[in-house]
């Protein structure tokens, strides 16, 4: 089994801005690269890369710089191909390469457990996981009134934690927690997500508050450069913390994860060079005794099907971030819909069982996203 073809599908679809609003700001559009490799024995696999703003620029990288390099591969000799891409340029990993690197990564994982016929969570050495604990993601750092119907939205759908999104001012980021514990009662769990919207004095003052409020975890609170103010922050107040949705590469959590300073790191499979580099951080991150939870966010179903793989088959998985706002991506680009939150039994989903990734694409709809 050889590589044939490398078809790279960029894809763009508006979201209400309400929706997807964090302390950087609302989110207009998601737009992902969907990858798609033929084999000369007619199997096919896909992959995703998140893409942000710019679905086009990615389509063009993998066009002219890592097709070259995989055609004619075997998808089974993954970690091969991924150091061959990765030597694609020079300098500190991370960016748009590792993150188009991704997509060809999944798209091989797919295909081999195509040709084995099992499922990728069975490929990755699974525990035995056919449905994972996922939670609410995310409420959004919009009115009162939006998080609330938000919040009392995932309540409805069964969800036993969630996490709403918080920025500055500290004083109106600890209001917003306070008003969506009172919304939820003391018996469902929450988290708040700061998108990096404070310094170290601000994220001390709110930590504390959310410490107080009972909340699960404080995600992203510093930029994710600010390594040493993590580690002072985790030292100054008792709750934890998570991060990781910013690293690329292995070597790039090393740091973070050594430090002790997160409880819980959250690659994502999509920016994080794909399954064989999200493998390796949250197997890391199992060595520290540090927890791992997928990062989904702003995403298509690829992605999610990717992540419940990981998710079924690492031993220090904790949590699924189970996305609620609409986006068309994730809820219509395959046939069966994916970490579907409507479908929650004991605030879990459903890990897929089929061959690959588990998923069929749906092309009518991607054609009516597609931008390039």
């Known amino acids: 089994m050889r590589i044939a073809e490398v078809i790279a599908y960029p894809l ?52 002219e710089q890592l097709t070259p390099r995989v055609l004619g591969a075997d998808p089974f000799d993954a970690g091969a191909l991924w150091q061959k891409m990765f030597r694609t340029f020079t300098g500190q990993s991370g ?3 590792i993150e188009a690197i991704a997509a060809i990564d999944i798209a091989c994982w797919d295909l081999m457990g195509k040709a084995i016929g099992q499922p990728v969570h069975k490929l990755l050495g699974g525990v ?15 009115s009162d009134a ?35 514990r009172e919304t939820v009662g003391p018996q469902v769990r929450l988290a708040a ?17 959310l410490h107080a409020l009972d909340y699960h975890w404080f995600e992203e ?8 103010g993590l580690r002072r922050l985790r030292d100054a107040v008792p709750i934890r913390f998570t991060a990781g949705e910013s690293e690329h ?12 300073a997160v409880g819980i790191v959250q690659p994502d499979v999509a920016r994080s060079g794909g399954i ?50 609409r986006n068309p991506l994730r809820e219509r680009l395959t046939k069966a819909k994916v970490g579907d939150p409507d479908a929650l039994v004991d605030s879990t989903v459903a890990v897929p069982q089929g061959h690959g990734l588990g998923i069929e694409l749906d092309f009518d709809v991607l054609e009516s996203f597609r931008v390039g």
Not at 286 to 294: E, K, L, Q, S
Request: net charge negative.
């Open 276 to 325: 064989s580099e999200t493998r390796d951080i949250a197997a890391l991150a199992r060595a520290f005794h540090v927890g791992y939870a997928p990062h989904v966010g702003a995403s298509g179903a690829v992605c999610a099907a990717a992540s419940l793989h990981l998710a079924a088959a690492m031993p220090n998985f904790v949590t699924f971030e189970c996305m609620t706002f």
């Open 128 to 142: 035995g996981r056919e449905r994972v604990h996922a939670y609410a993601s995310s409420i959004a750092w919009a």
């Open 221 to 228: 609170p510093l930029v994710p450069e600010d390594r040493e």
């Open 249 to 260: 590469t292995v070597f790039g959590a090393r740091e973070l994860i050594a430090s002790r």
């Open 193 to 209: 997500d700061a998108n990096w919207a404070f310094d170290l004095d601000d994220a001390v003052k709110v930590a504390r508050a």
């Open 95 to 97: 960016g748009m390469l």
């Open 12 to 63: 763009t679809t508006p979201i209400a801005d309400d929706q997807q609003k964090t302390s950087q700001g609302a989110f207009g559009t998601v737009s992902i690269v969907v990858v798609e490799l033929r084999t000369d024995d007619g199997l096919v696999g896909h992959g995703e890369a998140l893409a942000r703003y710019a679905p086009r620029a990615y389509k063009a990288l993998i066009d």
């Open 146 to 180: 939006v998080a609330v119907a938000q919040t009392q939205a995932a309540l409805k759908q069964g969800f036993d934690l969630i996490k709403v999104k918080i920025g500055g001012p500290a004083d109106q980021a600890i209001e917003r927690c306070r008003l969506i």
